[in-house]
């Protein structure tokens, strides 16, 4: 027998969910069907006491007790469904009592359903002459029920049982399908695990497994080439993420070195006391910086050439760079002949010996030679200005400072050192 189409079996299962459509369906109708019952059932009892209600009054306001009694009896007489029916006057004395059952049942099935109560109120006055009770059988509502609940069930029954042989078909369909996803999802290239076979089947899920095996025959032959291209990739990415990382450290290098002396530049300097400043601030320790600066350098170039002039700014560096010892303390070219050391942890004393030492580091080199051209000594005037950080501060008032020192070194006469303790 040929295999039904996917087509074919999902429009088998569409007839199906229809079915469950029209059960839901079925049973929202059932749903309003008691809805308006009930709400016809309320008009109904709503619309009889309304009518006997003024009759009553005006009965109890001429004071025709056994008028109310005939006219009650009557009512109690047109309709069949009344059960109970009482009227108390206002001072709770009894003037008509019906009960068709018992009192106590009364009370246990009663609801705003089978229910009412009205105030007789004397509409001119507004006197309240007592209050009238109604109680209906609810036989007629107790009967729709159980015949609308048997109606459900039975359509649920139905819909249930064609749901369960829809499900059973759909497994039954889909379990070939499973196998062969199962398959796909595990299935890797390298181990070459597909285990399926052509199959016989001419309807889609057949020709979708043959399409599957034959793309899986063409990704293992070609596994092995993409294998051997993405080991070549791998080992060239490697190679070349190498190279980048070299480049990028020399452009770090670069961005932060000055080119002709190999100290830090400004920009770097700017960076590095911001960190100091704030690590000085927590740990309440003093901060020196020190701006130094060669005397008479355009004398040098004017005499000398600028190449001998780039020869003492290096030398000067070295001996600046030499003289300090410790990791923590800084130092930068900070423009032209103008160098600036900041010092962690020191005090303006401490920093103070530190120029002296590099101005007697310096004297002992006694100038400086390029091609058999020797200088005259070069010399340096310090400005140092030393803190302890606050709030109330900040490092650009530390480094004017230094700078106001050193203008005051050079106005003394060059080769001094100034200090200024904030």
Known sequence: MRSLSIEIKMIIGVVFFTLLIVGLERYQLSGNIIEQFVESKKSKNKLLIDTISPIIALNLSLGLDDANKEYLDQIVKQNSDLISCELIDAEGRKIYTYFKTSKKELQKERSNIHFCSRSIIDPITGEKFGIVTLHFDDHEYQLMLDKNKETTLKIFGITLVILMIFIFLIKREFKFLKELSENVLVYDPKLNNFTLTRTDRSDEVGIIHNAIISMVSKINSHAKLLDDIN????????????????????????????????????????????????????????????????????????????????????????????????????????????????????????????????????????????????????????????????????????????????????????????????
């Not at 190498?242 to 830090?264: A, G």
């Not at 050193?406 to 200090?419: F, M, P």
């Open 231 to 422: 080991q070549s990739l791998e080992q060239k990415i490697s190679e070349r993420t190498k190279e980048l990382e070299e480049v990028n450290k020399q452009l770090k290098e670069l961005s932060i070195t000055d080119p002709l002396t190999q100290l830090f530049n400004r920009r770097h300097f700017e960076n590095h006391l911001q960190d100091i400043w704030n690590l000085a601030m927590r740990k309440q320790v003093d901060i020196s910086i020190v701006m130094c600066d060669i005397d008479n350098f355009k004398y040098v170039n004017d005499t000398y050439g600028h190449l001998v002039g780039d020869i003492v700014l290096k030398e000067v560096a070295q001996i600046l760079k030499n003289a300090l010892k410790r990791s923590a303390d800084f130092i930068a070219r900070y423009g032209g002949e103008e160098f600036i050391l900041v010092l962690y942890d020191t005090k303006l004393s401490a920093a103070e010996e530190l120029c002296i030492t590099i101005q007697n580091n310096l004297k002992s080199v006694n100038g400086f030679e390029y091609n058999g051209v020797r200088t005259k000594p070069i010399s340096l005037s310090f400005g140092i200005s030393s803190i302890i950080p606050d709030e109330k501060n900040k490092y650009e008032n530390l480094i004017k400072l230094a700078d106001s020192a050193l203008y005051q070194a050079k106005e003394n006469g060059r080769d001094r050192i100034v200090t200024i303790q904030v």
